[in-house]
């Protein structure tokens, strides 16, 4: 499947265990997007998503979300959106 680089994580918090991510292409809840780094690979569907602790919908280029993960991820990794 073809995968589109949408940004890269900036941050990490443990609990709940969540990706900070800036974006260069917009998002929206119920994408499926791939985290990729030295360690990380993992693919999921967006669920939710939050801007300043607000829960949005979608996210534009230039913003900054929080997105729920499953296990860590590191700062530099690199974000996809998985596309069909």
Known sequence: MPEVVIGKVTDFFARPV???IELTTPVKVGDKIHIKGHTTDME???DSM???NVDVQQAKAGDLVGIKV???VRRGDI???VTD
Do not use: T
Request: no cysteine; aromatic share 6%; hydrophobic share 45%.
């Open 79 to 81: 974000v996809y959106k």
């Open 18 to 20: 969540v990706a900070g």
């Open 70 to 72: 499953s296990e860590r």
């Open 50 to 52: 939050q801007i300043n």
């Open 44 to 46: 999921l569907i967006v």
